[in-house]
């Protein structure tokens, strides 16, 4: 039953500024800083980083009113490195691409519970940094006998778990045909 003097229009007219707020808020969220502060460190240049190859890795991010659980894919070809971030779902969290030392991220779904780059630094730090380096700005790395890395930030107030799951080196790309 349809109430006098409501037509579709009318009610098209009401919701389209709505949608419009909506998809505002989407766009100042994905513009919003992370809920936790970046932490210092140095990225190793990606000309530096030696061969081509997939990692795919379980990491969970640990401080105060943090449990961060996703996993992380990284790749490297050339002289660029990508960082892929998924939630337990496998939904795309956040995309980060660092080429020589420098880094743009891009965020999806918006502001996220830990700054991404964090992640790369610490990805350095476990697999790129030579082991005298890795350590230092009151970080602590703990190898583990099965592959896993537990590193410890005494000033940023976190420690972050890193399981690899597999590492597939990469083909050389094909060259120009004879």
């Known amino acids: 039953m349809r ?17 419009g707020c909506a998809s505002l808020g989407l766009g100042l969220a994905s513009g919003l800083p992370d809920q936790r502060r970046e932490c210092p460190g140095a990225l190793v240049p990606t000309q530096q980083i030696e061969g081509e190859f997939r990692l795919r890795q379980r990491v969970r991010v640990q401080a105060e009113g943090l449990d961060w659980r996703l996993t992380l894919v990284a790749q490297k070809r050339g002289d660029t490195l990508i960082l892929i971030g998924l939630d337990a779902f496998g939904a795309k969290e956040f995309v980060l691409t660092q080429q ?12 996220l519970p830990y700054p991404p780059i964090n992640l790369l630094r610490d990805l350095h730090r476990a697999r790129f940094s030579p082991a005298a380096s890795a350590s230092g700005d009151d970080v602590t790395l703990l190898r583990s006998g099965d592959g896993g890395v537990t590193i410890q930030h005494a000033r940023c107030g976190y420690t972050a778990t890193w399981i690899e799951i597999e590492e597939t080196p990469l083909p050389a790309p094909a060259g120009p045909g004879p």
């Open 3 to 19: 109430r006098p003097g409501r037509s579709a229009a009318g009610c098209l007219a009401w919701l389209w500024p709505l949608m």
């Open 100 to 111: 020589g030392t420098d880094v743009s991220v891009e965020r999806p779904r918006g502001r």
